[in-house]
């Protein structure tokens, strides 16, 4: 990977995606080039090798057969709208897909383990180029980054050339908003979060999230002081959204869709990074409040559901002290 460099204070162009995947590779990843990935079709979107594996590994005792039913069952997924798809297929990642293999026996098949990130295959992948068709002619796009987890692209990151100051953030944004919805959806089917950045500003957000509402990514964790030039905003997104372990804590319990009958809404949300770090202060201020008065095993297993309970009531919660003011509601 190329080193850092800069160009009036910018990344240059042919560097910038390469630094991007080199910062990804120090938080964690492993980067695989889109070229190399074995496809049988070009308009394949997963990394079945991944899937399998991860499959293979989690569950040693389905034969052969039952991965490969279980890996169409992902690669086939659809629904009503390509929104419904989406919100589909984030529900078998958080809950699991319901299963009865060749054997007859019920089963929960997981795609993700939150439980050991070690577990967890990432990859980190560019140049990967998606076909579709459009008036019976194959044409293909490339997304400029695209993470994965397991074999799913479960973020794309869409970047503009920071030395040419009329391709902006914006233009990232319509990018995946417009033209991948339109063009190549069944990518986005499986990619619930989504980044922008033009070398100067870098977003966070979701495939449907509304432009204004991307949002830039300040603070590692609470301690750390305000990222305060491009940069550090820079690094504190690659550090505190796309480390292994915090990525997948974000993915799970900090993105957002409405009930399925909403589903026409098209909204899919994800927290920003005071929303993030006050809600984990909560979780830590709950546990702590617990701990000495979790005699039963009963109340040690509420724990993990409470949080995730104490977590979305602050989700409505706008600003540091209005979270403050509710600790008062955590009395034991």
């Given at each position: 990977?190329?080193?850092?460099?800069?160009?009036?204070?910018?990344?240059c162009?042919?560097?910038f995606?390469?630094?991007?995947?080199?910062?990804?590779?120090?938080?964690?990843?492993?980067?695989?080039?889109?070229?190399?990935?074995?496809?049988?079709?070009?308009?394949?979107?997963?990394?079945l090798?991944?899937?399998?594996?991860?499959?293979?590994d989690?569950?040693?005792d389905?034969?052969?057969?039952?991965?490969t039913?279980i890996?169409?069952?992902?690669?086939?997924?659809?629904?009503?709208?390509?929104?419904e798809?989406?919100?589909?297929?984030?529900?078998?990642?958080?809950?699991?897909?319901?299963?009865?293999?060749?054997d007859g026996?019920?089963?929960?098949?997981?795609?993700?383990?939150?439980?050991?990130?070690?577990?967890n295959?990432?990859?980190?992948?560019?140049?990967?180029?998606v076909?579709?068709?459009?008036?019976?002619?194959k044409?293909n796009?490339?997304p400029d980054?695209l993470?994965?987890?397991n074999?799913?692209p479960?973020?794309i990151?869409?970047?503009?050339n920071p030395?040419?100051?009329?391709?902006?953030?914006?233009?990232?944004?319509?990018?995946?908003?417009?033209?991948?919805?339109?063009?190549?959806?069944?990518?986005?089917?499986?990619?619930?979060l989504?980044?922008?950045?033009?070398?100067?500003?870098t977003?966070?957000?979701t495939v449907k999230?509304?432009?204004e509402?991307?949002?830039?990514w300040r603070?590692?964790n609470?301690?750390?002081?305000?990222?305060?030039?491009?940069?550090?905003e820079?690094e504190?997104?690659?550090?505190?959204?796309?480390?292994?372990?915090r990525?997948l804590?974000i993915?799970?319990?900090y993105?957002?869709?409405?009930?399925?009958?909403?589903d026409?809404?098209?909204?899919?949300?994800?927290?920003?990074?005071?929303?993030?770090?006050?809600?984990?202060y909560?979780?830590?201020?709950?546990?702590?409040?617990?701990?000495?008065?979790?005699?039963?095993?009963?109340?040690?297993?509420?724990?993990?559901?409470?949080?995730?309970?104490?977590?979305?009531?602050?989700?409505?919660v706008?600003?540091?002290?209005?979270v403050?003011?509710n600790?008062?509601?955590?009395?034991?």
């Amino acid at each position: 990977m190329s080193n850092l460099k800069q160009f009036n204070g910018r990344f240059c162009e042919y560097d910038f995606e390469n630094v991007f995947i080199q910062y990804l590779e120090d938080a964690g990843w492993t980067y695989q080039a889109g070229d190399d990935i074995a496809r049988s079709k070009l308009d394949e979107t997963l990394i079945l090798e991944d899937l399998k594996s991860f499959l293979k590994d989690s569950n040693p005792d389905l034969p052969e057969e039952d991965i490969t039913q279980i890996c169409d069952t992902m690669r086939l997924l659809g629904g009503q709208s390509e929104f419904e798809t989406l919100h589909k297929a984030y529900n078998h990642f958080i809950d699991g897909l319901q299963f009865t293999g060749s054997d007859g026996i019920p089963r929960t098949i997981k795609f993700i383990n939150f439980d050991d990130g070690d577990k967890n295959i990432f990859k980190v992948v560019n140049q990967f180029t998606v076909e579709y068709i459009n008036n019976n002619e194959k044409k293909n796009r490339r997304p400029d980054v695209l993470l994965y987890v397991n074999g799913f692209p479960l973020c794309i990151i869409e970047l503009k050339n920071p030395a040419d100051d009329k391709a902006t953030i914006h233009d990232a944004f319509e990018q995946i908003t417009v033209r991948y919805w339109r063009d190549i959806p069944h990518l986005l089917h499986y990619c619930p979060l989504a980044c922008i950045s033009d070398g100067v500003k870098t977003r966070l957000g979701t495939v449907k999230t509304p432009y204004e509402h991307f949002y830039t990514w300040r603070r590692i964790n609470d301690e750390q002081p305000i990222a305060d030039s491009y940069l550090d905003e820079f690094e504190c997104l690659v550090y505190g959204v796309y480390s292994p372990a915090r990525f997948l804590e974000i993915f799970r319990d900090y993105v957002y869709f409405q009930d399925k009958i909403f589903d026409a809404n098209e909204v899919e949300i994800v927290c920003r990074y005071p929303q993030f770090l006050q809600h984990v202060y909560c979780g830590k201020a709950l546990k702590n409040r617990l701990s000495p008065i979790a005699e039963k095993a009963e109340l040690i297993l509420v724990r993990p559901v409470a949080e995730r309970l104490i977590q979305w009531h602050f989700w409505l919660v706008s600003s540091v002290s209005a979270v403050q003011t509710n600790l008062g509601l955590l009395q034991f």
